[in-house]
Structures are given as C-alpha cells and as structure tokens.
C-alpha cells in the first residue's frame, strides 16, 4: 500500500460525459502527479501540482483539466469524453516536488468509455 | 526533451535463472533514473533510483540497476528470479520538467 488513494476504482461512461477521479496523496507529500495508462501510448505524465499551484503539464488534452485543493486532494476533469479516453488513470505524490523525489503510485481509476 | 526505451516488450525466463531487463534513455538535461514494477492489477511501486553516486543501485526484493553514462542505459538484473516476479517493468527518466518519461515496459515471464 502505497498510501495514495484513488476514487473510484472503476468508471464506466459514455461519450460525451464528463467525469471527475478522485486522489488522495500520501500524508505530508505536497506533490500530486496524473498519470495516463493505455495500450498504445503507454505511461504519459499529464500534469503536476504542488501545494496547490500547477508546477508542470505534460500530454494533457484542452478537455482535460485538474486542481489541487488545499487540503492536498487532486481532482482530474475529463470531459466531452470519446472511446480514446478509456485507460487506466494513475495518481502519484512526492514530498516536494522535485524530479529527484521518488512518485507514489496509487492503484489507478480505470475508465471506460462507450 | 527525454526518451526511455525499454528494447524487449517481453522477457520469458526459467525459475530461478538470472534475467536482464534493458533500457536506454536520451535526455539534455542531468537525469535521474527509475525502475518501477506494476503487478497486475496494481500501481506501480518503485524498485530502485539512480540519483548520483555509486553507478551500481541495489533496489528491494533483490534487483539491481548499473547506470552507464557511456552507452545512456540502465539495465535491471536479478540472479535468481521466483515466480512472484512476474510483473511489468517500467524504466523511467525525471529530471525535465514534464515529470517522468516512461519506457513502454518490458513484461517479465517466469517459467516454472
């Protein structure tokens, strides 16, 4: 257990939804990460935050947004949601952020769209 | 920009027998680098870090990594592999500013 939580487990929508995944970090990480896990693009770094502010963006789409509330929980949008969007959605947190922190994992969201 | 590229999308291997699972990284700034393992179903937990230092990093559950600035690689080895190592393993890189850049993993199959 890497202390990083992730809600829900599983999410089933249809194209066109909008829907929200949930992660807790580990106690006293300050960083949380989103990850995107598909079968043809593989692990793809989305966003980053620290202590609230957006620190890094990666491959995330214009559909796609997140936050970090102040009490550390991240929130990842997704919406007007097509069949490409159906992966497996990582969260991840570090204590500050830096690249030379080792991420936390959590057990992932898994989505699919229909 | 960076890259990781892990050169077998599958390595079968014996009980017991020692494996090698490769990867090689390109990057323009100073890298950091990682081994994660994702059993199915899971996360991924991280195995080992190179940051600096000593080339050879000893990781958990008997795996180690030798960094090489010459060849840009950072293999993983493991003497002698059990049945619950049969994972994914993803090689990765951080140091930009787009968190890390993962290989395309490399999917470890042990054979009794």
């Known amino acids: 257990d890497s202390g990083v939580t992730q809600t829900p487990k599983h999410l089933i929508t249809a194209t066109g939804q909008r829907v929200t995944l949930r992660c807790s970090p580990r106690?006293?990480?300050?960083?949380v990460y989103w990850y995107q896990q598909s079968l043809d693009q593989g692990l793809q770094f989305l966003i980053q935050?620290?202590?609230?502010?957006?620190?890094a963006k990666g491959n995330i789409l214009e559909r796609f947004s997140a936050q970090q509330f102040p009490d550390l929980h991240s929130e990842l949008n997704l919406s007007s949601l097509e069949l490409g969007d159906s992966a497996l959605y990582f969260c991840?947190?570090?204590?500050?952020?830096?690249?030379?922190?080792?991420?936390?994992f959590g057990p992932g969201t898994r989505l699919t769209v229909l | 920009a960076q890259s990781v590229t892990q050169l077998d999308s599958q390595v079968p291997v014996f009980e017991e027998a020692p494996v090698e699972l490769r990867c090689n990284y390109s990057?323009?700034?100073?890298?950091?680098l990682f081994w994660y393992v994702q059993y199915p179903n899971q996360g991924l937990q991280l195995l080992l870090k190179?940051?600096?230092?000593?080339?050879l990093v000893k990781g958990i559950n008997g795996f180690e990594a030798e960094f090489n600035k010459s060849q840009t690689s950072f293999h993983l080895r493991k003497p002698s592999v059990h049945i619950s190592d049969t994972a994914e393993y993803f090689c990765?890189?951080?140091?930009?500013?787009?968190?890390?850049?993962f290989g395309k993993g490399t999917h470890l199959i042990i054979q009794p």
């Open positions: 991840a947190s570090s204590i500050s952020g830096r690249a030379q922190d080792t991420q936390y």
């Open positions: 106690s006293g990480d300050l960083s």
């Open positions: 935050y620290y202590n609230g502010e957006e620190r």
């Open positions: 990057s323009s700034v100073s890298v950091y």
């Open positions: 190179y940051l600096s230092g000593s080339t």
């Open positions: 990765a890189v951080g140091g930009g500013a787009d968190g890390l850049t």
